[in-house]
Antibody, heavy 122, light 110 residues
């Protein structure tokens, strides 16, 4: 079964850090770009970051650039999101997602994880 | 304020046809493909239209997509109660070098 399982969410104070992980199974992880997409409580979807299969292409939303770092470990079928200098407005469910569009325009996602909740509050 | 503009709500009765619009600009819809996602309450999104008008396997042919210039639309015909969900359009934006979503449209089946 094709599956993405996120972990690492939790409660953190403003200015703090958190590292999200996503483990993939059931498909050849090294063949796909991967995305992080988030959804604040009661709000819409927001694309956060993308990384190509070999990590050659990396993109960030303006809202997180300079604070978040996306990475992957293909040997462990894992995707990561290091989040630093967290703000209250980063509070959201963070989804790990498999990309099926081109490496230059990674918007098409066919598989989503269940999401992990990140709450930034004092 | 989302880069792509969708109406916040839409509604229809069972069997009707409803259309959801998505308006963008030359840097996103005007130059890249559009995708549509359905999100049922409490669940992760699901792709229902890719590359403007293509349906993934398993998505009923009641769902169709179109694109013209800097706008796109999702049409659902033969509306069913299980279609009640939030729908999001998405595209790549060349100016932002990032993905952009519409604000979402809540579809209610009356």
């Amino acid at each position: 079964e094709v599956q993405l399982v996120e972990s690492g969410g939790g409660l953190v104070k403003p200015g703090g850090s958190l590292r999200l992980s996503c483990v993939a199974s059931g498909f050849t992880f090294t063949s796909y770009s991967m995305n992080w997409v988030r959804q604040a409580p009661g709000k819409g979807l927001e694309w956060v970051s993308s990384i190509s299969s070999s990590s050659s292409y990396i993109f960030y939303a303006d809202s997180v650039r300079g604070r978040f770092t996306i990475s992957r470990d293909n040997a462990k079928n894992s995707l990561f999101l290091q989040m630093n200098s967290l703000r209250v407005e980063d509070t959201a469910v963070y989804y790990c997602a498999r990309v099926t569009s081109t490496v230059e325009t990674p918007v098409e996602v066919d598989i989503w994880g269940q999401g992990t909740m990140v709450t930034v509050s004092s | 304020q989302s880069v792509l503009t969708q109406p916040p709500s839409a509604s229809g009765t069972p069997g009707q046809r409803v259309t959801i619009s998505c308006s963008g600009s030359s840097s996103n819809i005007g130059s890249n493909n559009v995708y549509w996602y359905q999100q049922l309450p409490g669940t992760a999104p699901k792709l229902v239209i890719y590359t403007n008008n293509q349906r993934p396997s398993g998505v009923p042919d009641r769902f169709s997509g179109s694109k013209s210039g800097t706008s796109a639309s999702l049409a659902i015909s033969g509306l069913r109660s299980e279609d009640e969900a939030d729908y999001y359009c998405a595209a790549w934006d060349d100016s932002l070098s990032g993905g952009v979503f519409g604000g979402g449209t809540k579809l209610t089946v009356l």
